[in-house]
């Protein structure tokens, strides 16, 4: 493929799911009340919100760690504090482009310690499907928690749903988009087989090297870090706002959960599916779609905040790590 079509492709990507991101949020911001969003901002108790991006380090130190645990049996012994860094600039990437993050935190891991791509990447497909299946096994703790609630819910809204006429015309459309995407990248895969070859055999290394780790208990205790983490600190936030104050743990699970899934989904950063999905959700506990809507832009802008504070900083000493390294290259020379 000509550089030319690589560049209309990513420009298409970038249109693509940040129309699709400014879309979503038009449909759900579209009936808020703005001086009655406002005047919530003003009644935030923002010391746990400040505690919920303090907390969310841990699971950044954490998935390094775990990183660390997949690629040390390839041969990659390296210290939690430079995949730390390498995560967190991934994560950085991710707010530009969904998925790019994956790449991003390989690519620095290659240019900061000199891990082949493949083995990096190999071993983070490996560590987000542990993540998926993590996820899976809360969806089912949850559902068994809360299954009345869920079923009295669903019962009740599948009796009164009428979709507007634009939202029918909307759905298909985005499906066919969805679809174009995927088989110019399939197609666009074919032309580098070799390239794709090698991620393959990366993933497959990835799987090795889950099976052969040294230090399992590590690996597991590191796993529940990243998910006590992430449930704490989306719970904390409902204690910010008087409306929210009275929710159980139970809530907080299917906050974290709705979450994961919310930015799973190939959407910028989560923008519209997260704030809907999350507002849809506490439906369930009585919290009307306004205030849902707000806490949910608490907790997602908390995260963006976050992402963006600790990706720059980590961006910023790579960049010197690499300075330094540079200048001992020109000392010795």
């Given at each position: ?134 996820l899976l096994v809360l ?5 068994f928690i809360e299954y ?186």
């Open positions: 493929m000509s550089s030319v079509k690589k560049n209309i492709l990513a420009i298409l990507k970038v249109l693509i799911s940040v129309g699709l991101a400014a879309f979503l949020l038009f449909l759900v911001f579209r009936n808020i009340e703005w001086v009655d969003f406002w005047q919530k901002a003003t009644e935030v108790d923002y010391s746990w919100v400040i505690a919920s991006v303090v907390l969310s380090i841990i699971p950044y130190v954490a998935r390094a760690y775990r990183w660390n645990i997949l690629l040390k049996p390839l041969g990659h012994d390296l210290k939690t504090s430079r995949t730390t860094l390498a995560v967190l600039i991934g994560y950085l990437a991710n707010l530009a482009l969904p998925r790019l993050g994956e790449l991003t935190r390989c690519g620095v891991l290659n240019r900061n310690d000199k891990v082949p791509v493949p083995d990096a990447l190999g071993t983070v497909i490996v560590e987000r499907l542990v993540d998926v299946l993590t969806m089912g703790l949850s559902m009345e609630r869920l079923m009295k819910f669903l019962t009740e809204a599948l009796a009164g749903l009428a979709l507007p006429n634009w939202v029918i015309i909307a759905l298909p459309i985005i499906a066919i988009l969805g679809l174009a995407m995927l088989i110019l990248f399939l197609r666009n895969q074919r032309k580098k087989e070799g390239k794709l070859s090698s991620i393959i055999k990366g993933f497959t290394n990835g799987l090795l090297s889950l099976k052969d780790i040294s230090n399992p208990m590590g690996f597991v205790i590191s796993t529940l870090a990243i998910w006590v983490a992430y449930f704490l600190m989306s719970y904390i936030i409902v204690f910010s706002l008087p409306e929210t104050s009275h929710l159980d743990l139970s809530a907080g699970l299917m906050l974290l959960i709705t979450g994961g899934i919310a930015l799973a989904l190939p959407v910028q950063s989560g923008f519209g599916t997260y704030h809907g999905m999350i507002a849809g959700m506490l439906l369930l506990y009585s919290v009307e779609v306004d205030t849902g809507i707000f806490l949910a832009t608490l907790l997602h802008t908390s995260q963006i905040i976050a992402i963006a504070f600790f990706g720059t900083t980590a961006l910023i000493i790579s960049a010197l790590i690499r300075r330094k390294k540079t200048e001992k290259v020109h000392e010795f020379l």
